[in-house]
C-alpha cells in the first residue's frame, strides 16, 4: 500500500507564490511516475504537471512557465513551486502516484487560494 501526505497549501495574493510538498510512503517502487491534478467543486479533476523517475517533466498548459515541478527520487517526495499565482489556480490539490504496476495512488488534498 501507497500513502501520499501533502503539505504547502494556503492561502496568496494574486501574483504570489506557494510551494506544495507530497511524501510517499509504502511500496512505492522506484520506477513511479509521481504529479499533482487540481479540482474545484464542480468541476472534474484536471492535470496539472507529471516527473517521471528519470526526472522528464510534463506540464498543463495554462501552468507552463508559472509552475515547477521536481522530485526528490531518494525520499520519493515530490514537489510543485507554483509562482505568478492567479486566482483561477484556486483549487483542493491532490499529489498522485502512479506506481510500476499501474496502480494509481492519491493524497488527500491540499487547498490553494489566491485572491484577486
Known amino acids: 500500500q501507497v500513502r501520499l501526505v501533502e503539505s504547502g497549501g494556503g492561502w496568496v495574493q494574486s501574483g504570489g507564490s506557494l510551494r506544495l510538498s507530497c511524501a510517499a510512503s509504502?511500496?512505492?517502487?522506484?520506477?513511479?511516475?509521481m504529479g499533482w491534478y487540481r479540482q474545484v467543486p464542480g468541476k472534474q479533476r484536471e492535470y496539472v504537471a507529471t516527473?517521471?523517475?528519470?526526472?522528464?517533466?510534463n506540464y498543463a498548459e495554462s501552468v507552463k512557465g508559472r509552475f515547477t515541478i521536481s522530485r526528490d527520487g531518494a525520499k520519493n517526495t515530490v514537489f510543485l513551486q507554483m509562482n505568478s499565482l492567479k486566482p483561477e489556480d484556486t483549487a483542493v490539490y491532490y499529489c498522485?502516484?502512479?506506481?510500476?504496476?499501474?496502480?494509481?495512488?492519491w493524497g488527500q488534498g491540499t487547498q490553494v487560494t489566491v485572491s484577486s
Open positions: 516527473v517521471t523517475y528519470g526526472g522528464y517533466t
Open positions: 509504502g511500496s512505492t517502487g522506484s520506477r513511479n511516475l
Open positions: 498522485n502516484l502512479v506506481s510500476e504496476r499501474q496502480e494509481n495512488y
